[in-house]
């Protein structure tokens, strides 16, 4: 990742049992629309923080669990922020194999919004088609890019974020 912001951050919130709660982190500059609503509604449904970390402003709605931090423009300044931020037990929703990485390198989870749960054993095999593929665009190759939403990737991204959540509700 690039620089380390170094800026102050509200202390991480305690649950009535007085455990840190974990939250939700979203790269939220390339995350779809329809996968954002998801997230919404689990956030006033299931009572989770969910932070959008974006270089432009974004429209959130009106709730206690929802909350959104612009950061400047800039290569991987967001994703400098959510690594900055991140904690165990926390999930990131993310396209960005390299922020997906560090994540799981801070004891966190990380899901694309089509619904794949990275982990320490996929994570290196990601990073290195990441790799192969800007090899390949970088020497001219046409790789296209990526397929459009389906309802099967949304589907799978909120049985994916459920599955988290139920996890999250049994440990309390």
């Known amino acids: 990742m690039g620089r380390r912001l170094h800026q102050h951050h509200r202390r991480r919130p305690r649950g009535l049992d007085g ?27 299931e009572q989770v923080n969910v932070t959008l970390v974006a270089n432009a402003w974004i429209r959130t709605p009106a709730s206690r669990f929802v909350r959104s931090i612009q950061v ?15 904690e165990p037990g926390d999930l990131v929703v993310t ?21 794949e749960m990275y982990t320490k054993d996929t994570i290196a095999q990601r990073l290195s088609m990441r790799n192969f593929m800007e090899e390949l665009r970088g020497s001219g190759v046409n790789t296209g ?10 589907q799978a991204f909120a049985n994916a974020l459920d599955a988290w959540l139920a996890k999250r509700r049994s440990a309390k």
């Not at 939250?23 to 956030?43: E, G, H, M, S, T």
């Open 19 to 45: 455990r840190l709660t974990v939250q939700i982190w979203v790269d939220a500059d390339a995350c779809p629309n329809v996968i954002k609503d998801i997230l919404f509604r689990a956030a006033e449904r």
């Open 72 to 86: 400047p423009g800039g290569f991987d300044v967001a994703d400098d922020e959510i690594v900055r931020r991140v």
């Open 145 to 154: 890019g990526p397929a459009t939403m389906h309802p099967r990737d949304r």
């Open 95 to 115: 396209q960005d194999i390299p922020l997906a990485a560090f994540a799981i390198e801070k004891g966190a989870l990380a899901l694309h919004p089509r619904g």
